[in-house]
């Protein structure tokens, strides 16, 4: 397949966190029974008129500025037409040749457009036998499609792009970006090539891919179906692709449309959308700092490694607990080391006091050992460091004749592993050590532990 290559476009839809719908006061709660969160709008009843969600305005406009596009005064909203049981007004309200912003960038891939539209209902196929039932609780949530350019040339490059806009939609607080509740989806176009060639290849659109690993397969499939294709002397017919990733295959679906077959025209109901340069700019200047400028802060300012600062910057809450503890702390190494070894941080304990627990680390009061277990029980019992320690009586063991008893038991307890010690072999140090830490529920002195066990107690 080396003298193919890929070219892939994607499409993004992302749901706005938002309390109601696009054009409607229905909640957008997930998770609520069917088809409790509607309403005559979302309904299509006749008679119902839409208004737009200024605060799903407010999302769009943030999301375009944070991904480098050009916000334009004036979009237009349409309808874009098509027959389908989970859309009730037989159109969607979407953009289309006035959207509302184009002509970002994001990790050197094109981005051509950002457009506010509805979504649509949901269609589920195994509820019930023999029957397709529709739950309409998703109908005209907002949304905004993020089409690339087709830039894209593997797989792995089109999951770095979806893992990048994931975490910038992420640190500019526009959506939950969960694609298991489906405020994320991902629609791709693929094409093969020759190398060199520059007209593009006749594409498919690939749907159906619920994660980013299966976007990637998803690619590698479609792009070996359309080269064996190709090589065998036949060609590629433009069509929608249903990726099945328990087969670990494509399959075709239905032809794809063209932008003509939707007849979009202009949304009667809807006035333009005029955006002033002050509201623009306003949204510009609130916006948080993007994960790349605060990669390179944290290079300059707190000397971390990339791989450091990668772990911190990937997860936006846990990026501020760590800045917090660190400023408290006034050692950016120490505050970063901890909050990395976090699993599954819930932030129940204050930066301001896991900066104090590790300042008693540095401070030779309690070992790293102990500290882990007031952590843990300073995020049950809501309590302080200091509280937590004393309560705990896991201040540091440094006295000789302590340390000399709870050696004196695990010699005991472990003859044989104390015999090849003594007789040289000093790697059994770190076990022994190990041994005592875990007797003294991590209270000795690990330092001095290791002085006495050197010395031969």
Not at 38 to 51: D, E, F, N, Q
Not at 338 to 363: C, D, H, I, N, Y
Not at 368 to 392: C, I, N, P, W, Y
Not at 428 to 451: E, T, Y
Request: with cysteine; charged share 25%; net charge negative.
């Amino acid at each position: 397949m080396s003298h193919y290559e890929m070219v892939v476009g994607l499409e993004v839809h992302v749901q706005l966190k938002t309390k109601t719908k696009a054009f409607c006061d229905s909640p957008t709660t997930f998770g609520a029974e069917p088809n409790v969160n509607t309403c005559p709008i979302c309904l299509a009843l006749p008679g119902a008129l839409p208004v737009l969600n200024a605060h799903a305005v407010e999302l769009a406009v943030r999301a375009a500025l944070a991904l480098g596009c050009e916000v334009h005064g004036t979009s237009i909203f349409a309808r874009k037409n098509y027959f389908y049981p989970d859309l009730p007004k037989g159109y969607q309200i979407s953009q289309y040749d006035r959207p509302l912003a184009t002509g970002g960038k994001l990790a050197g891939i094109g981005i051509t457009r950002v457009h506010m539209e509805e979504d649509a209902g949901k269609s589920i196929h195994d509820r019930y036998t023999g029957v397709t039932a529709i739950d309409l609780n998703r109908a005209g949530v907002p949304l905004i499609e993020i089409v690339s350019e087709p830039d894209i040339r593997s797989a792995q490059e089109a999951r770095r792009y979806l893992q990048t806009l994931k975490q910038v939609l992420e640190y500019a607080d526009v959506s939950d970006v969960d694609m298991e509740k489906g405020s994320l989806r991902v629609d791709a176009n693929v094409s093969a090539r020759k190398h060199g060639e520059t007209r593009l290849g006749t594409k498919t659109e690939v749907k159906n891919m619920n994660t980013f690993s299966g976007v990637e397969k998803a690619l590698e499939a479609e792009f070996e179906r359309q080269v064996a294709l190709l090589d065998s002397g036949g060609r590629v017919i433009q069509q929608t692709m249903l990726w099945d990733g328990g087969k670990g295959e494509v399959r075709p679906a239905r032809s794809k449309e063209e932008s003509h077959d939707y007849r979009y025209f202009p949304e009667p109901d809807l006035p333009p959308l005029v955006l002033t340069s002050e509201y623009i700019e306003g949204i510009r200047r609130a916006l948080p700092e993007m994960p790349d400028a605060r990669r390179k802060r944290y290079a300059e300012q707190y000397a971390l490694s990339e791989l450091e600062i990668d772990e911190l910057v990937a997860d936006q809450p846990l990026a501020a607990y760590f800045e917090d503890t660190a400023k408290a702390l006034g050692d950016p190494k120490s505050a970063a080391n901890w909050v990395r070894g976090m699993s599954e941080p819930t932030f129940a304990v204050p930066a301001s006091q896991l900066a104090r627990l590790l300042a008693m680390v540095k401070e030779g009061v309690i070992s790293h050992t102990a500290a882990k277990t007031v952590f843990a029980d300073m995020e049950k019992s809501g309590q302080g460091a200091e509280q937590a320690v004393d309560r705990l009586g896991l201040r540091k063991v440094s006295d000789d004749d302590a340390l000399k008893q709870f050696i004196a038991e695990v010699k005991a307890e472990n003859p044989a592993e104390w015999a090849r010690f003594q007789a040289g072999e000093t790697k059994l140090q770190k076990v022994l050590v190990g041994l005592v830490m875990k007797k003294s529920k991590g209270k000795a002195d690990p330092q001095r532990l290791n002085q006495l066990l050197a010395g031969g107690v």
